[in-house]
């Protein structure tokens, strides 16, 4: 991010819905320290075991609220001039089990975010988080954002649904819309439900802990992790550029690596814990995209944005976080 | 449809959901020619002004229910050997104005729907009709199935949802769903609510009622409109071939004409009405997709299928069903 962006959120006022999460955490406290007025809308507290949470509550709004409340929605969009769209259930293999309560949260939920935005704050600018998982297994690598749609998981059929909202609010209305499709996420802050964590987390929390990384198969699959201090600089780039307006951009890291080197690299880092590969379960299976690297060049070229953490120092610090 | 195909249907215990519609009255009425057993599923009767309705009442079941009516809809699905998923609210316009409640039917209906299959009659065959607005705009003509997607209102973005819905509880669960890309179908016996209409219908009835035929703009664009028992022939053949499965087609006719040429088409076959041309209302500008074909090759080459009533006999024999 460019200087003259982070200059942009100097006194903006901010929402970032589902802002209690590992990614509305972690952007939250970043525009806190650029000098923002942020709104946090989240529908509970997650158990705060870093303090992050305690830490925000004297600096920020917290509106405890689902996203699916309209009357609650319509109050706290109202006066806003930037949007973080995070809110959401995430978890592929868990939107299979439950699609129609995905529907729900998912869909439903973001709908009512935007039919608020319409009708009361059409100028706002709104950044949505959608994944990687758009494209389900890729037919070439690295895939860009031409790559062909094809959701394996009614999570990734969800995201792709809700994309497509913010785009069609942009054309219908004006409505000032970016999407980010972002690889794999990780690093310090994450909270609440275990099962929501991303992969790499779950290795480095495993580690730290002295307990087994679990490889499904022989974790041969190469996966782009992303550090969230550079997804954090992601979504800053993309709330405050004109030129983002109704595009797609794929948020990723530079370079991919296997599962089993990313825990090998957890437990190098831990000094602790191990690895064991016990035999894929089902329900993932059926969710397996196999490799996937981003082509992140249209976001270098337009966003002005690029990862900059390295996967041994992103690794180590979220080490150092959990070791705490 | 090949003999095979036909033989296929006799004795089946056949479901239509949103039978009571358009395509779902000429399908079910084909269906009962050809022998099946056949089960409507819908959740009102509309205007019965043909009598067709009242002709099927004592030849198959009419179950009145919602299909977000998750006890109604596990009962009817239990038996069935084929369902023509044709339920939902259709209107690109409409979607726009209340997204919510388009969501609502057309997806978590849909989903009641798969998830009642998926737990009490998992080898069900299903055909599923989308709609060719999943395309937006096309990049180029004719419009094939690998072509880019990009819908412009919520109703094809929720069309493009529950596509995904169908080829993913392929994928997870072994079910035979079939997905339609239909064009613009047209042809006799369309009740209930007039604005559902497609415009050739439309522009028929206004035709024969002496009325003027309103054209926005210069009525230019180029759309292939497909004779209503091409349509059935099509979800005919799409249910019964097991290699149909999990695939996508384009369903549309072979050749296209100009929104004023088959205005013009209507007013000398009817021997009535007129044309009028009026500014395009700004609601209808905003999702106009401009000139589309459809390319049809792979619905040729798999299903067997093909259109083969000329526009001119298409649109004669839908005047001869206003004029009764």
Sequence with gaps: MGEGDKDFYHGKRVLVTGGLGFIGLNLSLRLLELGAEVTV???????????????LRSRLKIALADIRDEDKVERVVRE???????AGKSGAADSNTAPLNDLDINCRGHLTILEACRRLNPQVGIVFPSSRLV???????????????????????????????????????????TVLRISNP????????????????????????????????????????LYIDDLTEAFLAAGCREEARGKIYNIGDKRSVTLLELAEL??????????????WPEEYLAIETGDYQSAIGLAQKELGWSPLTELQEGVARTVAFYQQ
């Design 41 to 55: 809308l989240d529908n509970f507290v997650p158990p705060d075991s870093s303090g992050a949470i305690e830490q």
């Design 80 to 86: 806003q001039q930037v949007i973080f769209n995070l």
């Design 135 to 177: 494209y389900g297994k890729p037919r070439y690598l690295p895939v860009d954002e031409n790559h062909p749609i094809a959701p394996e998981s009614i999570y990734a059929t969800h995201k792709l649904t809700v994309e497509n909202y913010h785009l069609i609010y942009g054309r219908l209305y004006g409505m000032k819309a």
């Design 186 to 225: 990780y690093g310090p802050m994450q909270s609440g439900d275990a099962r929501a964590y991303g992969i790499a987390n779950k290795f480095i929390k495993a580690a730290v802990a002295g307990t087994s990384i679990s490889i499904f198969g022989e974790g041969e699959q190469r996966r782009d992790y």
């Design 266 to 279: 957890a437990v190098a880092v831990a000094g602790r814990g191990g690895i064991v590969k016990v035999p």
